[in-house]
DNA sequence: CTTAGGG
DNA sequence: CCCTAAG
């Protein structure tokens, strides 16, 4: 489903029918606490804007899609001229609107639903093109207020319009206690009941950076996907912090109708770019007076202690935002954001890196064609898939399981057939993920295809199981699938290459260290886990880093070591004090010697 | 590519 | 485990 776009003049049709009905007193019902994304639609008679119901959405799209084609010939057709800074606008623009989508489409958390809009997204970026014409409006969270306090100014018809939070999945992400019906409730500042108590703590979420300091880098994505409407994988504090700030700032700049409401009255047709200007202005400068604020402030120090504060009550938001725009400088580090960003301000460095990543994420394809493909994070786990455009952003394919499923089944059924490319092409190898780790899945599928067996998985997976029955805690075996990829499993995806290390992967690891030494991990590699094809010299020394700190804070005290959490294997302790006899004999005699 | 470290 | 920065 769309985003309301349309003429002004198409809403003016629907609301000389609908208008009268829709106003009631604004505090009746509409939850100031919520950031919701609302699509506004003017009232033909006074000119207010309103908050669109679904089945205005509806119309007006329907009505919108010939003038989204009339002013936008070919659905396909992105005028040359445009420089990257104004596409990246759209991108933005389409990014709210998903937002608005987000929203709009939600009656149920459910992903299924979310996960067909990306769909419409290039259509989006489409229809955002006429931004003179939008009249989809995406207000910013403190927008709600703003409205609040212009009094009225905002109807709300609850039955035809429900509010729903600023983004399902920041309640069911965050665990709010929300549900997804909104109760209608007294959105003035002066009743600021508990109930919007309790959803401040989102509200909060989409705050700015200074709130964001304190959260956690899970938190972080929460909040940003609550901003953007999609997941990411970025787990970069600083960047997502930025990101997040960023979204929220330029959420401002996304068009409006052609009319504008100023200090409660309609102030006319503008040219676009007054246009968003006045809207931002309303919003910024009106905002900070409302004592809602303190009702965030406080419902922040009751409910979850998310290190709110008041930033934005206090921040200059409109400078801040000017600020951000400029200040803003593209992360290089993930390609997802690489992707995603902005064009226009990728710096050359950065241009390098895109190159780089491209390459990266670009598979081999069957014959003519190169199918690139992106990451796309999935219940934490991130899988490629042909890359589509950038317009799609908000929600991973529907369709994904039936992908990997389709996969695996490949994989099986390909050993005889044995084209890899297929596996490239077509459907994305769940198993290449981004990082190096795919080196050896990678092997394994291209053994797989050698032996043209059905059971290519026991060429390595046995050498794991000869391993593993020989030791206690033998569950590396059973993490093995096809791909070595992670595993579906009751619709979740398990972390990726999680193998739990095998007792004698540990003694063998001790051994070499022993023989080859500490950082010699590639040695160990060759010569000690020959047999073992996955644990790169990289795990290798990774464990061995945690073999020193659990040796090193389990002997000292051995009063400590016995209640230590349980969760993962219990290295006997003659291992430890081995790997802590082997540290300090490493770490005093230089390799040298060896 | 290999290591060392931070996350 | 993942991701990177350095050699």
Redesign the pocket.
């Known amino acids: 489903m769309g985003t309301v776009v349309g003429t002004v003049e198409d809403c003016r049709e629907m609301f000389d029918v609908s208008a009268q009905t829709r106003i009631t007193p604004f505090s009746s019902t509409n939850q100031i606490g919520n950031p919701v994304a609302y699509k506004l639609v003017r009232v033909a008679g006074d000119g207010r804007l309103v908050p669109a119901t679904d089945e205005e959405i509806l119309e007006v799209n329907e009505t919108d899609m010939h003038n989204a084609s009339d002013a936008c010939q070919s659905l396909g057709y992105l005028p040359t001229e445009w420089s990257p800074s104004r596409l990246s606008q759209l991108e933005e623009c389409s990014e709210v609107l998903n937002l608005g989508l987000l929203r709009s489409d939600n009656v149920e958390p459910s992903t299924e639903q979310l996960s067909s809009q990306p769909e419409y997204s290039e259509e989006l970026l489409q229809k955002a093109k006429q931004d003179e014409r939008l009249v989809m409006v995406s207000t910013p969270p403190d927008a709600n207020i703003q409205f609040c306090n212009e009094n009225n100014m905002f109807d709300e018809d609850q039955v035809h319009h429900e509010p729903l939070p600023f983004s399902l999945d920041v309640q069911n992400g965050c665990d709010v206690n929300q549900t997804n019906t909104v109760e209608p409730s007294c959105p003035k500042e002066t009743a600021l009941p508990a109930s919007a108590a309790s959803q401040k703590p989102d509200f909060a979420l989409v705050r700015g950076e200074i709130c964001l300091n304190d959260l956690p880098?899970k938190a972080l994505q929460e909040t940003f996907r609550a901003t953007f409407g999609r997941e990411t994988t970025v787990?970069d504090?600083t960047w997502l912090k930025r990101r997040i700030t960023m979204g929220l700032t330029k959420s401002f700049d996304v068009p409006t109708t052609n009319l504008t409401i100023k200090d409660n009255k309609l102030v006319g047709i503008k040219d676009k770019s007054s246009d968003v200007a006045d809207v931002r202005d309303t919003n910024v400068k009106e905002a900070p007076s409302s004592s809602a604020y303190h009702v965030n402030g406080h419902s922040n120090a009751s409910g979850r202690s998310l290190g709110v504060n008041h930033y934005w009550a206090t921040e200059d938001f409109s400078s801040e935002e000017r600020a951000a725009k400029r200040v803003r400088k593209p992360t290089r580090?993930?390609i997802e954001e690489l992707e995603t960003d902005d064009k226009s301000v990728v710096t050359s460095k950065d241009q390098r890196l895109s190159e780089k990543s491209e390459v990266r994420s670009m598979s081999v394809s069957s014959g003519k064609r190169v199918t690139v493909t992106r990451v796309v994070p999935l219940g934490g786990s991130?899988v490629e898939v042909p890359y589509v455009s950038h317009v799609r952003r908000s929600r991973p394919r529907e369709n994904f399981m039936a992908l990997m499923e389709c996969h695996t089944s490949c994989l099986e059924a390909k050993g005889s057939a044995g084209e890899s490319n297929l596996l490239n092409s077509e459907v994305v190898s769940p198993g290449s993920?981004?990082?190096?780790?795919s080196g050896p899945i990678q092997k394994e599928l291209a053994a797989s295809h050698n032996n043209n067996s059905d059971e290519h998985i026991a060429a390595e997976a046995d050498q794991d199981v000869e391993a593993d029955h020989l030791d206690s805690s033998g569950n590396s075996s059973d993490e093995y699938n096809n791909t070595g990829a992670p595993m579906m499993q009751g619709g979740g995806l398990r972390?990726?290459?999680?193998?739990a290390?095998t007792l004698t992967e540990v003694t063998t690891l001790v051994e070499g260290v022993s023989k080859y030494g500490a950082?010699?991990?590639?040695?160990i590699k060759k010569f000690s886990f020959s047999s073992h094809s996955?644990?790169t010299?990289?795990?290798l020394?990774?464990k061995w880093r945690n073999l020193l700190r659990a040796s090193f804070a389990q002997s000292p005290s051995n009063t400590m070591g016995s209640f230590k959490k349980h969760g993962s294997m219990h290295i006997p302790v003659e291992i430890l004090l081995q790997v802590r006899e082997l540290a300090e004999k490493q770490s005093l005699v230089p390799p040298n010697h060896r």
């Open positions: 880098i787990k504090k580090r993930y991130e993920v981004v990082n190096s780790a972390r990726k290459h999680h193998r290390w950082g010699k991990w590639s040695e996955h644990r010299s990289v795990d020394k990774d």
